[in-house]
T-cell receptor
Framework: QQQVKQSPQSLIVQKGGISIINCAYE??????FPWYQQFPGKGPALLIA?????SEKKEGRFTISFNKSAKQFSLHIMDSQPGDSATYFC???????????FGTGTRLQVTL | DAGITQSPRHKVTETGTPVTLRCHQT?????MYWYRQDPGHGLRLIHY???????DKGEVSDGYSVSRSKTEDFLLTLESATSSQTSVYFC?????????????FGSGTRLTVV
């Protein structure tokens, strides 16, 4: 049972374009939604996170949009750069043992 | 990553042999986790620990066991390795305060079972 569904599985965007990755969740007990970025050969690293009482959070070129009623959230990468090429994971957090449930990941490639 | 190390980084083992992966932290964090990463499945939780000698199962725990005898070390054991356990294994830690977004991941162990 996949509690956090992520799409698309892969994404190719031209340099300067907008990358959009979507996630949906089922468990209303989730109360924090981080995004992780992973480069090849490395572990995932926290990119940006949002609480469900906020509809949008922006950090530089990265923005999370959150729709609590639809149980959906998305990552927007503005002015995408080749250095953004990585795998992105959305996740959802519950206080129970501080557990994170991850989406299946999106492999982003930004072309010149 | 600083404060968390995994060993070994790569391992090839034969089917049926036991394998132990080690996660070591210097952050004195309470919570430690073992995930496996597979294409199309993302990161799936195998086992986690919420204190010394306190562990619990995750969503894909069959065939795996864990131990935590010290705060800094969390061991993952494959009792009898199978080809389906070929994967990249990540350890993660968090203090448990400030929300689960504060996970720090190790660099991973690539395990191949032949």
């Amino acid at each position: 049972q996949q509690q956090v569904k992520q799409s698309p599985q892969s994404l190719i965007v031209q340099k300067g374009g907008i990358s959009i990755i979507n996630c949906a969740y089922e468990n209303t007990a989730f109360d924090y939604f981080p995004w992780y970025q992973q480069f090849p050969g490395k572990g995932p690293a926290l990119l940006i996170a949002i609480r469900p009482d906020v509809s949008e959070k922006k950090e530089g070129r990265f923005t999370i949009s959150f729709n609590k009623s639809a149980k959906q959230f998305s990552l927007h990468i503005m002015d995408s750069q080749p250095g953004d090429s990585a795998t992105y994971f959305c996740a959802a957090y519950t206080g129970t043992a501080s557990k994170l449930t991850f989406g299946t990941g999106t492999r982003l490639q930004v072309t010149l | 990553d600083a404060g968390i190390t995994q060993s070994p980084r790569h391992k090839v083992t034969e089917t049926g042999t036991p394998v132990t992966l080690r996660c070591h932290q210097t952050e004195n964090h309470r919570y430690m986790y073992w995930y496996r990463q597979d294409p199309g499945h993302g990161l799936r939780l195998i086992h986690y620990s919420y204190g010394v000698k306190d562990t619990d199962k995750g969503e894909v725990s069959d065939g795996y066991s864990v131990s935590r005898s010290k705060t800094e070390d969390f061991l993952l054991t494959l009792e009898s390795a199978t080809s389906s356990q070929t994967s990249v294994y990540f350890c993660a830690i968090t203090s448990g305060t400030g929300g689960g977004y504060g996970y720090t991941f190790g660099s991973g162990t690539r395990l191949t079972v032949v």
